[in-house]
């Protein structure tokens, strides 16, 4: 019996959009071998999330056996109850991730639903500020950038949804051995909203390589 939460966040998203695919397939009513080719990709990359799952975990991920609406919605659900929590933080070890920081402002951590989170960020208006807490390699990491809000709608780099986005640079810790005075700025267009971003990001790829460039790692 599966007790252990091992689903992320992210994992849970990417699910869905299977289910997604699979439900307007069977909408659009297409041939049972196309639907069944279908389902068993969809299932196929489902298992591939969690190559480490042991075997009740892969059998609770399985979805060739659902044919309904509502056992997809069951399905869901089920799985809701195994997602990791994003680690819990303090407002003390936010305050020591940013030291140089004396007056940041920091978000109301109760109110956080930490359940649907694979990072955490808040923006600070008043300096333009958004920063990023995440926890890479074990450990809790953060960088603060400067946004620019973004005039057109355009896709996140972080969960590749097309949305209302702004425009962040952070200077990155790394320097070249001949020149230690040299610093590079790295910048991307992410979620104005990062609760949205959150519902909708399937991959941290490009979420940890950013950060492991801009920390220098």
Not at 167 to 185: G, L, M
């Amino acid at each position: 019996m599966v007790t252990e939460k091992f689903i992320k966040n992210e994992h849970l998203n990417f699910i869905k959009k299977q289910i997604a695919l699979i439900k307007d397939s069977t909408k659009k009513n297409v041939a049972p071998t196309v639907l069944a080719a279908v389902i068993d990709l969809a299932n196929a990359k489902i298992l591939d999330l969690i190559p480490n799952a042991a075997l009740d975990q892969q059998e609770l991920l399985d979805v060739s056996r659902l044919k309904t609406d509502d056992d997809y919605e069951k399905y869901i659900q089920r799985l809701s109850a195994f997602l990791q929590p994003f680690p819990k933080i303090t407002e003390q070890q936010l305050k020591k991730m940013f030291p140089k920081n004396k007056k940041l402002k920091l978000p109301d951590l109760s109110k956080i639903d930490h359940s649907q989170l694979t990072y955490l960020s808040w923006n600070d208006l008043r300096s333009n500020k958004k920063f990023i807490i995440y926890e890479l390699d074990g450990k809790m990491a953060g960088i603060e950038c400067k946004f620019t809000p973004a005039s057109k709608h355009n896709v996140c780099s972080f969960c590749n949804c097309f949305g209302q986005v702004v425009y962040f640079s952070t200077v990155t810790k790394a320097k070249k051995s001949r020149n230690p005075d040299y610093y590079k700025a790295i910048g991307n267009l992410i979620c104005a909203d990062s609760s949205e971003c959150n519902k909708k990001i399937t991959n941290v790829e490009y979420l940890t390589t950013f950060l492991k460039d801009s920390l220098g790692m």
